[in-house]
């Protein structure tokens, strides 16, 4: 651990690729920018982050919209390119490897060919220290006739890899104000075996069933479990929770206890936030 911040800990981010169209003065500029994201959700928000010499950012503030591509795995000497040069230097959509889509709600085209590609309006500029986040609605999307694989910024630019397998339980266990015990668990779904096996394991003695519980719509668990009478809640703290389902690892969780007054309920951020089963 040290407080010297590495010059290049930023290259330890990984995304995807994306290459900015603008549409200024009649003329027509392609960038890389590996600071592509979606930022929203409904309605669909894209930003991009760009840096301080960056000719774009003008025209893009101009024209009030930009498109943004993001690059399947095939387009990586593209995006090498268009990183490398600016339009002051050259026209880069001269190159054979451009290929412009027209657009259908904006002005500005956009580059065929990637894993998806969206026109924007301009709906937000943040300044940062150095780069500026430019924020655009979408208002229209291009989707390929086959699906693409992205490329992948992590330092160098690297083809997605095989899917991570999900072979374990991860729970968490908490003591409600109300003395039941709530338990969180997300794991592989359960083709054969779709309920969720929860036991209460204390620290010498047998384990005690909780019962099974149906999974939520999204498949994970999210439950609160009244515990046996003869259960002494002000040892909790020393036992354990098991969360099983199928064949998958089971998971371990400590209990913690709720110490505020109403316990912690999700806020809806929390009940929308983008995950695998989501």
């Known amino acids: 651990m040290t407080r010297d911040i590495p010059g290049d800990l930023w290259k330890r981010l990984t995304s995807t690729v994306g290459l900015v169209v603008t549409r200024h003065d009649g003329t027509t500029n392609v960038m890389s920018a590996e600071w592509s994201y979606f930022v929203n959700k409904q309605p669909l928000y894209a930003a991009v982050a760009l840096g301080p010499r960056t000719a774009s950012r003008r025209r893009l503030e101009a024209a009030g919209e930009f498109s943004l591509t993001l690059c399947a795995e095939d387009q990586a000497a593209l995006a090498d390119f268009a990183g490398s040069f600016s339009v002051t230097d050259v026209d880069k959509t001269s190159s054979d490897l451009v290929r412009l889509g027209t657009p259908e709600a904006t002005a500005t085209p956009w ?19 150095a780069h500026t986040l430019y924020v655009g609605e979408v208002v229209a999307a291009h989707l390929p006739d086959d699906p693409a694989r992205p490329l992948v910024k992590h330092g160098g ?9 999900r072979t374990a339980v991860v729970a968490a266990a908490q003591l409600r104000p109300d003395g039941t015990l709530r338990v969180a668990a997300t794991g592989p779904a359960a083709e054969t075996a779709p309920l969720w096996q929860v036991t209460l394991q204390p620290p010498d003695g047998p384990p005690i069933p909780l019962g099974s519980h149906a999974p939520s719509p999204h498949g994970d668990l999210l439950t609160d479990i009244p515990l046996p009478p003869e259960t002494d809640r002000s040892l909790l703290p020393a036992h354990h929770v098991l969360v099983a389902r199928g064949r998958a690892t089971p998971g371990r969780a400590a209990v913690s206890v709720d110490a505020s007054p109403a316990g912690h309920h999700r806020t809806p951020d929390e009940a929308t936030l983008p995950g695998a089963a989501r």
């Open 111 to 129: 580059v065929t060919g990637g894993v998806l590609a969206v026109e924007c309006r301009l709906r937000r500029t943040v300044p940062l220290p």
């Open 157 to 165: 630019m690297h083809t997605l890899g095989a899917p991570a397998p």
